[in-house]
């Protein structure tokens, strides 16, 4: 048994913590960060995916610890919505005073509207609309990372489009999300996947790998082992063993997992670990045997001591040795944090459901 208490953590501490910094008092959605002493920074523009992410943990906090914050998730939504143009292109960020900037309609930040929408018991945002604004960065295969058709092409976004194409399918039986979780189901397993079990992260616009400035990064590696688990298409399709072993022989000797391997990374980030953590529950729920350092509760245990503060925040990166090199917390970790927490819960007394991808709504 794990002598952190992450659930007592959760709900004691970081979702108060979260509730009473992490958003802007003129009601401009979520703050981007909080500095090392936990003060909201609120002079900084913030991110449009921050809002639609701590959406996605306030809805979670509500449906799964029946906590009182859906209002919270739906006002965040909300403004999220309110900062797309009359075009209907999705902006980059908001500033200080509220107001958007950039239309780059990002795939990635468009992947976490259509989340949080599925993790609310009821809409926010039209689902037609979203299936229009991801038809607009359709391409031949998969969809372009934004309307400029920006390259290198990315692994990441498609990743986080296979998750909310799950959720919104849960959520709605439409079979549109079906067909686009067919296309990132496809894409992972015929270009992202490579023989070895890693996973590159950049591609030109025929979905060749670059040869220059490609990347690998083990979270994301985990990542895809928690994901193609709660896919019963693509857990057939994979090897899971394969995946996570390779993305395991990353950790550093005490159990951290780098940024990346290729090319090799001096920082160990809060969000691999909890990746780390997921798919180690995947692999213990499958009946494989981890050795003393994967099991899931050790992994639990001092990701919490390195990472997690006492008072419901956490230290964003470390070094190999455990210094901490960050200054602030961003707010984006939250969604890392909560993912895991679900996992955590659902499969470490060895049976649940595999987080929110798997409900029916």
């Not at 686009?180 to 992972?188: H, K, N, P, Q, T």
């Not at 996973?199 to 060749?208: C, G, P």
């Not at 003393?292 to 990701?303: E, G, N, S, Y």
Request: proline fraction near 7%; hydrophobic fraction near 45%.
């Amino acid at each position: 048994m794990t002598a952190f208490d992450f659930t007592h953590w959760l709900s004691a501490r970081a979702l108060p913590l979260w509730r009473a910094r992490g958003f802007c008092p003129e009601g401009f959605g979520a703050v981007e960060h909080l500095d090392a002493d936990g003060q909201p920074a609120l002079d900084q523009p913030r991110r449009n995916r921050i809002h639609t992410r701590q959406a996605f943990v306030f809805a979670g906090a509500a449906r799964d610890l029946h906590s009182d914050d859906l209002p919270r998730a739906q006002r965040l939504l909300g403004f999220a919505r309110s900062l797309i143009g009359p075009g209907g292109w999705l902006p980059t960020t908001s500033d200080a005073a509220g107001q958007p900037a950039g239309d780059a309609h990002r795939l990635y930040d468009l992947a976490f509207y259509i989340l949080a929408n599925a993790e609310l018991p009821a809409p926010v945002i039209p689902w037609d609309f979203l299936l229009d604004a991801l038809a607009r960065l359709k391409a031949d295969r998969g969809w372009w990372d934004d309307r400029y058709h920006s390259l290198p092409r990315t692994q990441n976004a498609h990743m986080h489009l296979f998750e909310a194409a799950h959720a919104a399918h849960a959520a709605t039986g439409d079979p549109a999300w079906a067909a686009v979780m067919d296309e990132c189901r496809a894409l992972f397993a015929d270009v992202f996947l490579q023989s070895d079990g890693t996973i590159f992260e950049f591609f030109d616009a025929d979905w060749q790998p670059l040869q220059t400035g490609q990347q690998v990064e083990p979270g994301h590696g985990m990542e895809w082992v928690y994901l193609a688990y709660s896919d019963p298409v693509l857990r057939d399709q994979v090897d899971l063993d394969l995946m996570f072993n390779t993305a395991a022989a990353a950790m550093t000797p005490d159990g951290f997992l780098p940024d990346s391997t290729l090319p090799p990374s001096a920082t160990c980030r809060l969000w691999p670990q909890t990746e780390l953590l997921r798919a180690a529950l995947v692999q213990q729920y499958r009946g494989r045997a981890l050795p003393a350092p994967l099991q899931p509760t050790a992994i639990l245990d001092r990701f919490a001591a390195r990472y997690l503060t006492a008072e419901g925040g956490w230290i964003d990166a470390c070094d190999r040795t455990g210094v901490i090199v960050a200054d602030h917390m961003p707010s984006s970790s939250f969604y890392h944090i909560f993912s895991a927490w679900r996992a955590f819960s659902a499969l470490s007394g060895g049976a649940g459901r595999l987080g929110s991808t798997d409900r029916q709504s």
